[in-house]
């Protein structure tokens, strides 16, 4: 079996930002145990800007991108310097990857990010994967560790893919503030809460939240890999999951699976505005399976440009749908409900290819 495993900020650092060697020690005892049992491990680890934080003695985690650039800069070899230290106990060697959502959206790189990480499990390395946050600059305002861990399990064709927390899963409420919130132990394909707005506040040492753990969930089921919200310290949760033991909460794969560039715009690329559709296109787009035309559009929000992701609305401003614009706003905005005999010839007559559309679950 290939895993791919996350472990976020606030559960390897403690209220300080200090890297928690028992933590570290234990994953990798965790993932020797399952290279022993013949599986391959791949780990996304969070942790550089909190180390970053710790080893300069700052008080607080900055804000400023360029600060948070520098910090992951001095976090990065230390976080690896643990790993390498307990995995050398085992006789094994970790691989450092740094990658960027952009890794995923330009077909020659996702190409290459696959095979690289290929040849590392063929050598006997544990990748630990993280954002590569010294050079990243959007992407490092949003912690999209969540997203790049399921990213790159349906990149490695991997089967399971566990996302590990301070939290034991996914609960009906917050259980921080409602003592009656229970968890929930299974979430099936199709169930409405992969598309929930869950609580996105992580803590004040990490960037994620439930939120970002959903999103990533609701990613892997569209990749077909079943997916597992867990908490880090448990004891055992890496190699219990793979076991197929309940050790928090478990989302079932969706038996319709998405191309990695159709996940990309769908779940995994920021939104740079919205359009709204008439009722006509409603029905065209969800069950006709049709391009989006501008005579179907009612209303443009943002200022996105040719390429964009942009979010789709039913008249009702509900999100159905989202993909890449083939024409800027100020364009649509322009010949919203012309029919495509009226369009100028020199512009592209949709608004969204359907090949660059993805209808969300709801």
């Given at each position: ?108 790189q996702y190409l290459h990010s696959r095979n690289t990480l290929a040849r ?5 390395c544990v990748p630990i994967v993280n954002e590569n946050d010294t050079v ?85 089921s569209w990749s077909g890999v079943r997916a597992v919200i867990a908490q ?131």
């Open positions: 079996m290939r895993i791919v495993a996350k472990v976020g900020t606030s559960s390897l650092t403690n209220g300080d930002g200090v890297i928690q060697r028992d933590v570290v020690a234990s994953l990798c005892d965790q993932m020797a145990d399952l290279r022993k049992r013949g599986h391959e491990v791949i780990l996304v680890s969070s942790a550089a800007i909190s180390a970053g934080v710790s080893a300069l003695g700052l008080s607080a985690r900055p804000t400023d991108v360029l600060t948070l650039q520098a910090l992951a800069a001095v976090g990065q070899p230390r976080l690896m310097e643990e790993y390498n230290r307990s995995l050398a106990r085992h006789g094994l060697v970790a691989a450092q990857v740094l990658l960027v959502p952009h890794d995923f959206a330009d077909r020659q590392l499990l063929d050598l006997g990243a600059s959007d992407e490092i305002r949003f912690g999209d560790n969540d997203r790049i861990a399921a990213l790159v399990a349906h990149n490695v064709s991997a089967d399971l893919l566990v996302l590990l927390t301070d939290t034991p899963g996914l609960y009906t409420a917050d259980p921080r503030t409602d003592p009656s919130a229970a968890l929930i132990a299974d979430v099936a394909a199709n169930d409405p809460l992969l598309s929930v707005a869950a609580g996105a506040k992580g803590t004040a040492r990490g960037s994620g939240g439930m939120a970002s753990k959903l999103q990533a969930a609701r990613i892997a880090a310290l448990r004891p055992d949760v890496l190699v219990d999951a793979v076991a197929g033991l309940s050790v928090g909460t478990s989302f079932a794969p969706n038996d319709r699976r998405l191309s990695a560039r159709k996940l990309w715009i769908g779940f995994a690329s920021h939104s740079q505005g919205s359009v709204t559709v008439d009722a006509g296109a409603y029905a065209a787009l969800v069950d006709g399976g049709r391009s989006l035309l501008p005579a179907g559009v009612i209303g443009v929000e943002g200022d996105f440009l040719e390429g964009a992701t942009i979010e789709v609305c039913n008249p009702d401003g509900v999100v159905f749908a989202r993909g890449m614009a083939v024409l800027s706003a100020d364009t649509v905005q322009q010949h919203a409900g012309r029919s495509t005999r009226d369009l100028p010839a020199r512009i592209a007559h949709e608004v969204i290819h359907r090949d660059d559309l993805v209808l969300l679950p709801h």
